[in-house]
C-alpha cells in the first residue's frame, strides 16, 4: 500500500495551497480517504476525509469553508484545497485511509494506512 503524499510548502497567511495524495495497493470495498494534521507538541488530528461509498465529506470545524477535499477515482487521487490559510494551519499533513465502517469516526485510532506527511508552513 503507498498513499504519497505532494503538494506542501511556504505560503503567507491568506494564500492557497492544494494537497494531492496519490494512493495505491490497497482493496478496501469501502473505504474513507482523507488528511490528518499534526503540529508541533500537539495531537495528530482530523481534517478532512471523503467516503467512497458515497461521496460524504467531513470537515473539522477549524476548516469549514476553507478547505475542500476531492477524489479522481481514475487517477486515485484525493486533493486538499486550503484557502484562506492562517498560520495555525501550519503542520505536518498526512494522507491516511480507514475500511469503512469507522470504529472511531474520522480519528487516528482507526485509519489502516499512513502516507509519510508533507509540511504545510503558513507564515503571519
Known amino acids: 500500500v503507498q498513499l504519497v503524499e505532494s503538494g506542501g510548502g511556504l505560503v503567507q497567511a491568506g494564500g492557497s495551497l492544494r494537497l494531492s495524495c496519490a494512493a495505491s495497493g490497497f482493496t478496501f470495498d469501502d473505504y474513507a480517504i482523507g488528511w490528518f494534521r499534526q503540529a508541533p507538541g500537539k495531537e495528530r488530528e482530523g481534517v478532512s476525509c471523503i467516503s467512497s461509498s458515497d461521496g460524504s465529506t467531513y470537515y473539522a470545524d477549524s476548516v469549514k469553508g476553507r478547505f475542500t477535499i476531492s477524489s479522481d477515482n481514475v487517477k486515485n487521487t484525493v486533493y486538499l484545497q486550503m484557502n484562506s490559510l492562517k498560520p495555525e494551519d501550519t503542520a505536518v499533513y498526512y494522507c491516511?485511509?480507514?475500511?469503512?465502517?469507522?470504529?472511531?469516526?474520522?480519528?487516528?485510532?482507526?485509519?489502516?494506512?499512513w502516507g509519510k506527511g508533507t509540511l504545510v508552513t503558513v507564515s503571519s
Open positions: 491516511a485511509v480507514g475500511e469503512l465502517p469507522l470504529v472511531a469516526g474520522w480519528h487516528p485510532y482507526g485509519m489502516d494506512y
